[in-house]
């Protein structure tokens, strides 16, 4: 055995302290597999009286996590206070001045700043190393576990958004503040850096084409499983030629397709390979645990001196993509509020045939005929974005439109 | 740039054409995240004639295996010629002699063994690397898909064993010899690999409880299904105390399970962690493309210098654990074919309760009560196999029995 790995723990909430019991409970295995020990040394949170279930006689305390990046004695660095400034920037970059090692979980600050180091999901060491030699064609991902365990409630009990969102809260499953994970941005962040890994190019967090949960009616969740889909806030990049496309937004998927069989606030990632094909991988997206598990692996790896380039290749090599300027081609879903009376359906199919957007299957849906107006869902086939709101546009403006047009991607999963 | 990985590459079957061929066509990006060329300086087959849409152009020529392992200018060994024995084995030994790397997917090599380095299925490095900080509690794996093929097809088409088998073999899905995959070896193979990256134990083989799919009756598989369970060829490893139990038998899983929802050639892998939780990884079990990918990115890990130890740590490090006596408790599935008279199911209650075995369900087959026979189907409450066994051998022996019992494990996933 050679010489511990010194460890200095910046953060003791949820993350730091479920690091530092991950390090005490498993430190046989963790040695016998890094081939030496890893060490917490010393520690840096905000109030060193609090209780977290963690036993920190015999470790240095630093109020200043500045001050603890800084020390000699340091060898790595885990950042787990969180956030994208302030203290945990100023730390990391401390830390990395100075040649020490460092680990975060903290998807906000290495989106913005390109971080040495990545933790985080099981999958970023199977993009990064176990598909190494794959060019991958796309990556997918459910990776927000709060938005996936309100729209599977949604569905499964008919429940509105407001009504869920506040359950969830309760529950502990949502933030007071909730708009970083249903407006889409955590989710936006993780497949940034996904796509990274998955294609070589820097990491892009602003080029990600974000959207939420929170405009989603009940009503549209309720008509897509109609029809054997399910709708998922679904992040997917790909390349178009040379030019990335990052999207995260809700979609329809199949319900039979991995996505649509997933439920509550499990993550689930696809990668589609040349060589390998595609490869599923499914685990808890969140939380204490989980994200020690990331943590301590890449510990692990870095006392063994085995750890690889954080995005597969060195940061120094990863390319600048433009962005795409709009999504590939899809079908599309669209409910319709249309005056009932003849000739409205075909208005529609006219604004829609004259653009080419061709109908794969049109629903007047039965239960909804009421007060003169109908609800009429319509499966496209494969088509652009663009040319379909030139003709949703065409539509909302005509007489026999009453109500703003829906219109929601089917990603072929 | 740093000098390229030179590669002697044996066998350019399926695996070995695919290794070549992949690294051909992802030639840049292979070298970019390798940090350098990785190049096939070398290569052995049986026919140097045969076309296999691979450019042996510029590349030297060993007819025997040994030759090409020992060359001074190969640095990585590649072994994709299988087999357990013979040239395989002798080749490979004769690389790690002179201390060259050697990659192999070669599962009955590694599980006879413990050759240096393990490629395959992607849960290989999630294991080892990915979920190292990890205590697992259980590993589980449906590891080959020609028997995945055949449950999934007897099952949603009401087909026998022996008629799917025949199809599957005229669609290339199962060999001419299909007892390799149909009895369960090659599945244990996988499994008896998995355990010791999940457990730090030695590769035990023998020691796997294997019991393939081709006693397993349409009967059996339809009432499964209609008591909410489906049947899988499922490997289960976990630690009993210091004892490792191994098995890889057709089990009862919960159609609603991820386990129950797989369909088809598809393989999965689950890994119960202490700190991650429940980790699901899918993807395709073997072919050309996949099991090259798998190769090909210990190429990368071993051309930049970072690879781990194969079985997560030192092979000298493995520990040699004794094998569990049996499976944990669990609950359990009976199928009897009982006379159709009163008292019947009173003797096999009484059987069952004698030994301590309570029951959660008893179903008697309404379709098939005929001849003076009734089919009755108990789901048992968690017991012993040993107490189970005792309890059916007195049914059997009873004047109420008209065939043998039949009893599957439910596992609890």
């Known amino acids: 055995m050679t010489e511990p790995l010194r460890i200095g723990l910046a953060g003791l909430g949820t993350v730091g302290a479920g690091v ?6 498993n430190a046989d295995l963790i040695a016998a597999r890094a081939g030496r020990e890893v060490r917490v ?14 036993d920190l006689a015999g470790l240095a305390w630093e109020a200043d996590p500045v001050a603890l990046a800084s020390r000699a004695d340091v060898d790595l660095f885990v950042e787990a206070m969180g956030g994208e400034s302030g203290p945990a920037k100023a730390a990391t970059e ?11 979980a903290n998807k906000a600050l290495l989106a913005h700043h390109e971080a040495a180091v990545a933790g985080g999901i099981p999958c970023v060491k199977a993009l990064g190393e176990g598909l190494a030699g794959n060019r991958v064609a796309r990556v997918m991902g459910v990776l927000n ?18 009504e869920v969102l506040a359950d969830a809260q309760r529950l502990g499953y949502a933030e007071a503040d909730p708009s970083f994970d249903v407006g889409g941005t955590d989710a936006a962040h993780k497949l940034a850096l996904l796509a990274a890994l998955a294609f070589g190019t820097r990491v892009d967090f602003d080029g990600v084409m974000t959207e939420g949960i929170d405009k989603l009616s009940l009503a549209d969740i309720a008509h897509a499983a109609e029809l054997g889909f399910r709708i998922k806030l679904l992040g997917v990049a790909r390349m178009q030629g040379e030019a990335l496309e990052q999207r995260m937004r809700p979609c329809l998927v199949p319900a039979a397709s991995p996505f649509g069989k997933l439920e509550g606030v499990t993550n689930m990632v696809v990668v589609e390979g040349d060589a390998v094909g595609r490869i599923v991988m499914e685990g808890p997206g969140a ?24 995005f597969g290749v060195p940061a120094a090599l990863l390319r600048a993509a433009p962005r795409a300027e709009s999504g590939a081609p899809a079908a599309y879903y669209i409910r319709l509020a249309l005056a ?3 000739g409205a359906l075909g208005r529609v199919a006219a604004a829609l045939g004259a653009v080419g957007v061709s109908i794969h299957r049109m629903v007047q849906s039965a239960d909804e005929a009421e007060g003169g107006e109908a609800t009429v869902l319509i499966v496209t086939h494969e088509t652009t974005r663009e040319r379909l709101d030139s003709a949703l546009a065409v539509v909302a403006a005509s007489d026999v439109s009453m109500g703003a047009p829906v219109a929601i991607r089917i990603e072929p999963v």
Not at 145 to 162: F, S
Not at 290 to 301: G, K, L, N, Y
């Open 20 to 25: 530092a019991r991950l390090l005490a409970a």
């Open 41 to 54: 040394v010393a520690v840096s949170a905000r109030d060193r009286a609090k209780d977290r279930g963690v």
């Open 94 to 104: 401390a830390a990395l001045a100075r040649g020490a090692h460092v680990v975060t």
């Open 145 to 162: 576990g709060t938005c996936n365990y309100i729209l599977t409630r949604m569905e499964a009990e008919g429940l509105a958004y407001a």
């Open 287 to 310: 939380g204490g645990g989980p994200t020690a598990s990331a943590i301590v692996a890449d510990m692990i790896d870095i006392a063994r001196g085995a750890h690889s380039p954080a």
């Open 340 to 342: 009932d009376r003849p």
